[in-house]
């Protein structure tokens, strides 16, 4: 009687794998990882992904599922990203992007696992200047003041840690009942939908597969115990985004409005400096000088998500480098 090899892939556990961002990087991850998700309420199916539910506020779940896959890598993908909804639910952003992830924290190095955290420019305060890793957190949402608790409780207490602070990460998820703000672009459009896009935030976008690459590159070379920024090398608002993706996708950007969004500000924040623009502008030189390798402009990204989604041919394309890494250009 035959039997199949043993799976000898290195395991990576998904908390939140139905996310925006977990549901795809469990995508990019399961071809050359043993991929594994959890879930609390909601749940889409993935291809060749085992999932099971889990309470990340509940620390016995939270063990259960360490001890039964004994992952090498936990990426943590849950949380409330909304800026609003943070400021209008306080109790659950607290919970979920800072307690839930102190709990997977405090248990995962029983294990041996890595634990990734997916932290945001939103730690700062928005001046018009090149934010970089040893930069203060300076927070003005409640969204960046969760964000920076995290960030603080890994680098303290953790022994296993890799923080990605992230520009702006675009893309398409699995979930039907919460559409990022690509997809609802997308449907604006097809929907021949006039909208307004704010004019007045400016930050880094990236297409969710540049995460996965990066990702994986710092995988590979055993990046630990580091928090770096991941950017476009440069900034554009929604307006402009939008604008762009119009001329990227061959859309009439007739439908694309400017305007100013509400930016909820945080209760006790330092509004001396907020300017009437905000500019979230991470410095990237850190990540491209570890892996060797140089951070796409927006227009490059957009360029990447339109040949993913439609399989065309560009000239910009990743072409690797005489060192380690490989180029985004």
Same mark, same amino acid.
């Not at 699995?174 to 909208?195: C, D, H, R």
């Not at 690459?213 to 939008?242: G, P, W």
């Not at 305007?259 to 410095?283: M, Q, R, S, T, V």
């Given at each position: 009687?035959?039997?199949s090899?043993?799976?000898?892939r290195?395991t990576v556990?998904?908390i939140?794998?139905?996310?925006f961002?977990?549901?795809n990087l %469990?995508?990019?991850?399961r071809?050359?990882?043993r991929v594994?998700?959890?879930?609390?309420r909601? @749940?889409?199916?993935?291809p060749?992904?085992l999932?099971l539910?889990?309470d &990340?506020l509940?620390?016995d779940?939270v063990?259960l599922?360490?001890?039964?896959?004994?992952p090498?890598f936990?990426?943590?993908?849950?949380?409330?990203?909304s800026?609003?909804d943070?400021?209008?639910?306080?109790?659950?952003c607290d919970?979920?992007n800072?307690?839930?992830?102190?709990?997977v924290a405090e248990? %995962?190095?029983?294990?041996g696992?890595?634990?990734?955290?997916?932290?945001?420019?939103?730690?700062f305060s928005?001046?018009?200047?090149?934010?970089n890793e040893?930069?203060?957190p300076d927070?003005i949402?409640?969204?960046?003041k969760?964000? +920076?608790?995290?960030?603080?409780y890994?680098q303290?207490s953790?022994?296993?840690?890799?923080?990605?602070r992230c520009c702006k990460?675009y893309?398409?998820?699995?979930?039907?009942? +919460?559409?990022?703000?690509f997809?609802?672009?997308q449907?604006?459009?097809?929907n021949?939908?006039g909208?307004?896009y704010?004019?007045?935030?400016h930050?880094?976008w990236l297409d969710?597969?540049y995460?996965g690459?990066?990702?994986?590159?710092c995988?590979?070379k055993? &990046?630990?115990?580091?928090?770096v920024?991941l950017?476009?090398q440069?900034?554009?608002? @929604?307006?402009e985004?939008a604008?762009?993706y119009?001329e990227?996708f061959?859309?009439s950007?007739g439908?694309?409005?400017?305007g100013?969004w509400?930016?909820?500000?945080?209760?006790?924040?330092?509004?001396?400096?907020?300017?009437?623009h905000?500019?979230?502008?991470?410095d990237?030189l850190?990540?491209?000088g570890l892996l060797k390798?140089?951070?796409?402009?927006?227009r490059e990204s957009?360029e990447?998500t339109y040949?993913r989604f439609?399989g065309v041919?560009?000239?910009?394309?990743a072409?690797k480098n005489k060192?380690?890494g490989?180029?985004f250009i």
């Amino acid at each position: 009687m035959e039997t199949s090899a043993p799976d000898k892939r290195k395991t990576v556990l998904i908390i939140g794998v139905n996310s925006f961002i977990g549901s795809n990087l %469990a995508e990019f991850f399961r071809k050359d990882y043993r991929v594994v998700g959890t879930y609390h309420r909601s @749940h889409t199916p993935l291809p060749g992904i085992l999932t099971l539910p889990c309470d &990340v506020l509940n620390k016995d779940e939270v063990q259960l599922v360490l001890y039964a896959f004994k992952p090498d890598f936990v990426l943590y993908c849950v949380g409330l990203t909304s800026l609003k909804d943070c400021a209008d639910m306080p109790n659950g952003c607290d919970a979920l992007n800072s307690a839930g992830l102190f709990n997977v924290a405090e248990l %995962a190095p029983r294990y041996g696992a890595r634990i990734v955290y997916f932290s945001s420019q939103f730690v700062f305060s928005g001046m018009n200047k090149n934010y970089n890793e040893m930069d203060n957190p300076d927070v003005i949402t409640q969204y960046g003041k969760a964000q +920076a608790s995290s960030e603080f409780y890994l680098q303290k207490s953790s022994l296993n840690y890799l923080i990605f602070r992230c520009c702006k990460i675009y893309g398409r998820g699995v979930n039907p009942l +919460a559409s990022t703000f690509f997809e609802q672009l997308q449907k604006n459009i097809k929907n021949n939908q006039g909208a307004i896009y704010d004019d007045f935030v400016h930050q880094g976008w990236l297409d969710v597969y540049y995460l996965g690459m990066v990702l994986k590159m710092c995988i590979d070379k055993n &990046v630990s115990n580091r928090l770096v920024h991941l950017s476009s090398q440069d900034t554009m608002t @929604h307006y402009e985004f939008a604008k762009l993706y119009c001329e990227i996708f061959n859309e009439s950007d007739g439908l694309i409005n400017k305007g100013k969004w509400h930016f909820p500000i945080a209760k006790g924040a330092n509004i001396e400096k907020i300017e009437e623009h905000l500019y979230y502008k991470l410095d990237v030189l850190n990540i491209e000088g570890l892996l060797k390798i140089k951070m796409p402009t927006i227009r490059e990204s957009m360029e990447f998500t339109y040949k993913r989604f439609h399989g065309v041919k560009h000239n910009n394309k990743a072409v690797k480098n005489k060192g380690e890494g490989i180029s985004f250009i």
